[in-house]
């Protein structure tokens, strides 16, 4: 079946900076996508999500692009703090209401 | 504390056994959602219930089944179990019947199958 995959497997950014971590989805059926968070030995957080109607959403120190033409999803951490390190999914879903989630992207903040 | 319990929180079993992993959503939360996550397959969506009834259904075995009760708990049955059913477990829970406006994750069932 078709999947949502990441670009990077590993992001290292320096404390203070801003973080981008991409997102790549092949159904171009996808209408919703959302980004979620998990930090080692928790579960899962909803971060921010965002509809195929729209191209950007924001959150508190988050944004999310959505580039339905390259079928491109990114989530932007503004001034990335510590705790920010994590596993980084994306997810997608259809009209059948299934999610399929990436890989992850493990970020890692330097200080 | 997300307010998604999930009960047991460490399952060791033996092959061929059947186990039952159970959550309870967050208070006025109608929709429970089940996912498998595993070190070889990642994140995996098994299945959703939105006020009792089934609404989606993702990568579930059919040796797997779920179900989600009048008082909107839900167990996820798993039976006749393999070396590969070794994993996290996790449930959440959101409000309506999608994920949209927030989507809350338990701490997870580590099942571990010997």
């Known amino acids: 079946g078709e999947s949502v995959g990441l670009h990077l497997p590993t992001l290292s950014v320096q404390e203070g900076d801003n973080s981008i971590i991409n997102c790549a989805y092949s159904?171009?059926?996808?209408?919703?996508f959302i980004w979620y968070k998990q930090e080692s030995g928790k579960g899962p957080q909803f971060i921010i999500d965002?509809?195929?109607?729209?191209d950007k959403r924001q959150g508190q120190r988050v944004t999310v692009l959505l580039n339905k033409t390259v079928k491109h999803l990114s989530l932007q951490i503004a001034a990335t703090q510590p705790g920010d390190s994590a596993v980084y999914f994306c997810?997608?879903?259809?009209?059948?209401?299934?999610?399929?989630f990436g890989a992850g992207t493990t970020v890692t903040v330097r200080a | 504390d997300s307010g998604v319990t999930q009960t047991p929180k460490h399952l060791i079993t033996a092959t061929g056994q059947r186990v039952t992993l159970r959550c309870s959503p967050r208070?006025?939360?109608?929709?429970v959602y089940w996912y498998q996550q595993s070190l070889d397959q990642g994140l995996q969506f098994l299945i959703q219930?939105?006020?009792?009834?089934?609404?989606a259904k993702g990568n579930i075995l059919e040796r797997f089944s779920a179900q989600q009760f009048p008082d909107l708990h839900s167990e996820l049955n798993l039976s006749s179990l393999e070396l590969g059913d070794s994993a996290l477990y996790f449930c959440?829970?959101?409000?309506?019947?999608?994920?949209?406006?927030?989507?809350?994750f338990g701490p997870g069932t580590r099942l571990t199958v010997l």
């Open positions: 959440a829970s959101s409000r309506t019947s999608g994920p949209s406006g927030g989507q809350f």
């Open positions: 159904n171009s059926a996808s209408d919703y």
């Open positions: 965002i509809r195929s109607n729209m």
């Open positions: 997810a997608e879903q259809g009209n059948d209401y299934k999610l399929s």
């Open positions: 208070s006025g939360d109608l929709s």
């Open positions: 219930y939105y006020n009792g009834e089934e609404r």
